[in-house]
């Protein structure tokens, strides 16, 4: 079975802080997928980034950036010099390619970021 | 323009009153499925479909029901719905490479 844990309910930070959301899961597949989404409070999903898990190579894109670590299984998701705009409800996700499971995720319960000025 | 169409986006009604919420997708996908999220749970996946008269029950199928008739179109049907049925509700269409997510029906059963 897959599981999604991200231990952090509620992050409050002010804002240029950098913040550090995290991403642990369980999965006994070699071969997955895992996301970052994020929900602002206008309630749609954004997408915000898809890792192969063959590809260990952390990514940046602007303020963003994702650590992706096999060997603890996490996928952490930093944001540097945070904006009040990034409060949202982020989630973590999980996903399996193939057979019934391919289009699936498991979910991490969320974590609440909120940036005060 | 690739897109998730849900509705209605905001729905209350009573227990016992029957209704529906359709998706649809205008990417050819053949996979959709329908999430609901609850606060400190998630989204959890409640049916899945992988393609035309081919559904399947997810984590969290009590309660509700599906059909896919046609490869666009994937409605929630709930029959008698309940206060626990309160949640916001998403459908999804996904290929191998890509996933997209309707905006989203809060729903509301008094």
């Known amino acids: 079975a897959q599981k999604v844990t991200q231990a952090q309910t509620e992050i409050s930070v002010v804002e240029k802080e950098d913040v550090t959301l995290d991403c642990v899961y369980e999965?006994?597949?070699?071969?997955?997928?895992l996301f970052w989404y994020k929900q602002p409070p206008s309630g749609e999903l954004v997408f915000l980034i898809r890792r192969n898990s063959f590809d260990e190579q952390n990514e940046i894109s602007g303020r963003y950036s994702w650590n992706f670590q096999k060997s603890t299984s996490s996928f952490n998701f930093t944001i540097t010099a945070s904006q009040v705009v990034d409060s949202a409800v982020y989630f973590c996700a999980l996903s399996k390619p193939g057979g019934t499971s391919y289009g699936k995720l498991t979910f991490g319960q969320g974590t609440i970021l909120t940036v005060h000025p | 323009e690739a897109q998730v169409t849900q509705n209605p986006r905001y729905l209350i009604t009573v227990t016992g009153k029957k209704l529906t919420v359709t998706c649809s997708q205008n990417m050819n996908h053949e996979y959709m499925s329908w999430y609901r999220q609850d606060p400190g749970l998630g989204l959890r996946q409640i049916y899945y479909s992988m393609n035309v008269e081919v559904t399947d029950k997810g984590d969290v199928p009590e309660g509700y029901k599906v059909s896919r008739k046609e490869k666009r179109n994937f409605p929630l049907i709930l029959e008698s719905p309940s206060p626990n049925q309160t949640s916001l509700y998403f459908c999804a269409s996904s290929s191998n490479r890509e996933q997209y997510f309707g905006p989203g029906t809060r729903l509301t059963v008094t």
């Open positions: 999965t006994r597949d070699t071969t997955y997928y």
